[in-house]
């Protein structure tokens, strides 16, 4: 079970005791706001609230016998209180509480995940900031592009990782909120105002029109916000597992001391905690597709909900937050090779180089059609001497030199300068200082 991996606050949460902590926090909150209301005694409330406890296993065996965990857990509940318990639970419905109680999880759950994006986000930015003038090779295709910094691709990330932040805070506004209705919502037993004072002292919303359960579109909102983060990590994870190949070796995972890749190849150093984060991604969002498949309920409600939501939900947020917490600690540790990254770059004896000629010959007159085919015959002949070996870095360049069409319209000084890393580059300073709201220097 993936709570042996996660932090022991988030499996906490999701434990039983946590549940019936949080049902009788509801149970309790409902009684003090009835007897301000005046609608029960307020010397059973000080009894309630001085007695009330539970007992795990006790409501496991009288579950046995009843079949239904809320009655086993009101008995119980009640062994604890004496005959003032009559008035826990009053006027209210099973749905009641466990949505409430749910909402009360989904607050204090998805706080846990906000702390481990917070996390990522800032080792995204400081990672970024130290490599943002690290050049490296773009990829479109999985082919070489043109250049860029290994800084402006972990800002990528960075600012994706913003983004899921404000997407969950979104989603946990909508999932967390209780209702206090009754058994199909009609308020038959209770008036909207202690609802409304309940969740107000839970410190959540509440629904305001409710069927015998809180509307399950807001808790697949939630779950599908878990799953973006999580297939946001297994992007990230993607390109680190890319750039860790043997071919490429721009990045690798911290391999520690005593530490081994493989039983039978004792040189392997795998991207392997990568890979657990894009497997875990996988599975993340297949819960998303159940919490879609529990929004059709019957009429008022069913329990076909139910079953799903003790798997998904304590699941999905569990593998999120070890994802999220690995995540962070993988960026943290990276081990980067600029010097790779730079050969990396001129491995294609400047192709990378291409576009930018280009331009520079339209705009000084040739036209695009003329131009492009001026440029390709160069890049396809180097192309063809990449395949068969190393080419020198400045290969393009000293082609495009010795081209006399080329000199009829570019100087020697404006072919150079389109080689030029630092003038390809130029902008990375504004990129950053754009996305991060920040002055330029």
Not at 118 to 146: Q, S
Request: proline fraction near 3%.
């Amino acid at each position: 079970m993936i709570e042996r991996y996660s932090r022991p606050e988030m499996a906490a949460l999701w434990g039983v005791d946590a549940r019936y902590r949080r049902w009788l926090d509801v149970e309790i909150a409902v009684c003090e706001v009835l007897a301000e209301r005046g609608v029960i005694p307020g010397d059973a409330v000080a009894t309630i609230r001085d007695k009330a406890g539970f007992d795990a296993d006790r409501i496991a065996e009288i579950e046995r016998e009843v079949r239904h965990d809320v009655i086993a857990f009101l008995t119980n509940v009640a062994e604890h209180v004496g005959p003032d318990s009559r008035w826990v639970h009053y006027g209210m419905t099973s749905s009641d509480v466990l949505d409430t109680a749910l909402a009360l999880q989904l607050r204090d759950a998805a706080a846990l995940i906000l702390e481990g994006i917070d996390r990522l986000g800032a080792a995204l930015e400081a990672r970024a900031r130290e490599h943002k003038d690290t050049p490296c090779v773009g990829r479109t295709h999985g082919v070489h592009g043109e250049p860029t910094t290994f800084g402006l691709k972990l800002l990528v990330f960075a600012l994706e990782t913003r983004r899921n932040r404000e997407r969950v805070e979104r989603a946990l506004a909508e999932a967390a909120v209780g209702k206090i209705s009754g058994a199909v919502g009609t308020f038959a037993h209770l008036e909207s105002a202690v609802e409304e004072a309940v969740c107000r002292r839970l410190g959540i919303g509440f629904e305001p029109v409710a069927t015998q359960v809180v509307q399950r579109d807001r808790h697949a909102a939630l779950v599908l916000a878990l799953a973006q983060v999580a297939s946001s990590l297994d992007k990230f994870a993607v390109e680190f597992r890319h750039l860790a190949r043997t071919e490429v070796r721009e990045v690798e995972e911290e391999f520690g001391r005593g530490q081994k890749g493989s039983s039978a190849m004792p040189h392997k150093r795998n991207p392997w905690r990568f890979e657990n984060i894009s497997g875990l991604a996988r599975v993340v969002r297949g819960y998303a597709v159940a919490a879609l498949e529990n929004e059709a309920l019957w009429h008022e409600r069913d329990m076909s909900n139910s079953s799903v939501e003790r798997v998904i939900l304590p699941d999905a947020f569990l593998a999120v937050d070890f994802m999220l917490q690995r995540s962070a600690g993988l960026v943290e540790g990276l081990v980067v090779f600029p010097e790779r990254m730079r050969r990396n770059l001129e491995l294609t004896g400047g192709l990378v180089f291409s576009g930018t000629l280009l331009l520079e010959l339209a705009r000084k007159g040739l036209s695009r059609e003329a131009a492009y085919a001026l440029v390709q015959g160069h890049a396809m002949a180097i192309w063809k001497e990449v395949g068969e070996g190393r080419v020198p870095p400045d290969a393009f360049q000293q082609r495009a030199l010795a081209d006399p069409e080329m000199n009829k319209v570019l100087s020697r000084e404006e072919i150079e300068r389109v080689f030029r890393l630092d003038e390809t580059l130029r902008h990375v300073d504004a990129i950053f200082a754009r996305a991060l709201s920040e002055e330029i220097a």
